[in-house]
T-cell receptor
């Protein structure tokens, strides 16, 4: 089946620094990827849709300048949290459409997530 | 706008007992429906999906769910709970024919008591 690799799984940084999270589709191409944020004991909140070759589409209320998204290739999307602050601490998860099967186009394959802690 | 409601943020069952996790959706058009499982500090794994074919959908790990249009429900069941089933379960819905906008329920944490 399809695999989405997300790196790093954990990152701790100082307030004011920037952190980059990578999301790779390992054995399939993903022209679209989704970035979610999950607060403790809450559901996933869609932050933005990453599109290869064009600008990302951000959900209402998500700061574009704070959360920079780049879809550099058909297999790589990155999320950069700029000038991170403690309130940005969260679990960030990426996903890509598809599960590796011919009928899996409407299924999301998720990365393992990245836990960001900003001190 | 589509919404997904999961009744019960926490469910506890004894090992070997029936698991029932409830999910209701709100949509004028029957959507695609999914159940995902999340283990601590991990991403989500697809358990099963409904895409307008059979209303009773069988998934991995012995789970199944039944789509009931009249009740706008898609409850997840498993006849006999195992300790390894302890996790967070998310019901999700997307517009039929597309995946761009997936709406997740708030999640149900399943506890399995030995």
């Amino acid at each position: 089946g399809a695999v989405v690799s997300q790196h790093p799984s954990r990152v701790i940084c100082k307030s004011g620094t920037s952190v980059k999270i990578e999301c790779r589709s390992l054995d399939f191409q993903a022209t679209t990827m989704f970035w979610y944020r999950q607060f403790p004991k809450q559901s996933l909140m869609l932050m933005a849709t990453s599109n290869e070759g064009s600008k990302a589409t951000y959900e209402q209320g998500v700061e574009k300048d704070k959360f920079l998204i780049n879809h550099a290739s058909l297999t790589l999307s990155t999320l950069t949290v700029t000038s991170a602050h403690p309130e940005d601490s969260s679990f960030y998860i990426c996903s890509a459409p598809g599960d590796g099967s011919s009928s899996g186009a409407n299924v999301l394959t998720f990365g393992a997530g990245s836990r960001l802690t900003v001190l | 706008a589509q919404s997904v409601t999961q009744l019960g943020s926490h469910v506890s069952v004894s090992e070997g007992a029936l698991v029932l996790l409830r999910c209701n959706y709100s949509s004028s058009v029957p959507p695609y429906l999914f159940w995902y499982v999340q283990y601590p500090n991990q991403g989500l794994q697809l358990l099963l999906k409904y895409t307008s074919a059979a209303t009773l959908v069988k998934g991995i790990n012995g789970f199944e769910a039944e789509f009931k249009k009249s009740e706008t429900s898609f409850h997840l069941t498993k006849p006999s709970a195992h300790m390894s089933d302890a996790a967070e379960y998310f019901c999700a819905a997307s517009s039929a024919g597309g995946y761009q906008k997936v709406t997740f329920g708030i999640g149900t944490k399943l506890q399995v008591i030995p």
